[in-house]
């Protein structure tokens, strides 16, 4: 029988980890690819954000109270939705507050689902599940919702002319760029699509890796795993569907013409 025993990580062989950053460092070097700041900066942030959400997720687990848990998660929903937005070129406008809007709404609706009704852990609302949940539909979500966000504006944008045609021959706003909703739509779920159709074959997803160095049996870690890929397909699909919904309508003015800014010079 199969030993699924934990292998810890000690603190010098997570010292031997970061000659990997070194070796990458070094190809960006050689390359001139002015990486390597960006790089070191980065890894180093990583070891002191993970190292700090460990001793605080270690408390929060300890004293898990939904009031505690549920502003953690909006808190979450914040910091992804300004990420989420931070590089989009040709926004009309700060999508900031739409795009926490879609986040918060995609990861309550589908991490709740998941939370009370699949995994049920006792009590429902336990730290140790939600918030790794909800984490990972986030940072999938985040992701999606940038992809959709740039694809459409970007999408009107190039095709100015042709939308304000189709306005002046009385067509809606949402009939001149509807098109352009769908297309941004799949841009937002195709990653998740195309990870759900290799995974296993192509791809040992994070979490079921995780679990399976951490001990656990593989066929346990393929079930949880399944659960997590279908939630963020969820997920991703309700989050992108809202954000181009609530942001199309800001290309355009009151008197439904495309906005300044969408327009070409």
Avoid at 104 to 127: D, H, L
Wanted: charged content about 10%; glycine content about 6%; proline content about 4%.
């Amino acid at each position: 029988m199969a030993d699924y025993s934990y292998i810890p990580i000690t603190n010098f062989q997570l010292l031997l980890s970061v000659s990997l950053v070194f070796i990458t460092g070094l190809i960006s070097a050689l390359l001139r690819l002015g990486l390597l700041k960006s790089l070191l900066w980065a890894s180093f942030r990583a070891f002191l954000q993970l190292s700090l959400i460990g001793y605080v997720l270690t408390y929060i687990f300890d004293i898990n109270k939904l009031a505690i848990i549920v502003p953690i998660i909006i808190l979450m929903c914040y910091i992804a939705s300004n990420e989420s937005v931070r590089r989009i070129d040709k926004a009309p406008h700060n999508p900031k507050w739409l795009a926490f809007t879609s986040l918060t709404a995609s990861t309550f609706i589908v991490g709740i689902i998941v939370v009370t009704i699949i995994i049920q852990p006792s009590p429902w609302y336990s730290a140790q599940v939600a918030i790794p949940i909800f984490g990972m539909i986030l940072g999938n979500s985040m992701n999606a919702i940038a992809l959709s966000l740039d694809r459409m504006y970007s999408e009107v944008y190039s095709s100015a002319d042709e939308v304000e045609t189709m306005l002046a021959m009385g067509a809606t706003p949402w009939e001149s760029v509807n098109s352009y909703m769908r297309n941004a739509v799949r841009a937002g779920m195709t990653p998740t699509i195309n990870a759900l159709m290799v995974v296993g074959l192509v791809s040992l997803p994070g979490m079921m890796t995780g679990q399976i160095l951490a001990g656990m049996d593989p066929q346990v870690a393929v079930r949880y795993q399944f659960v997590v890929m279908i939630m963020i397909a969820a997920a991703v699909a309700i989050g992108c569907l809202i954000i181009i919904g609530l942001s199309y309508k800001k290309m355009f003015t009151d008197e439904m013409a495309l906005v300044e800014d969408m327009r070409k010079n």
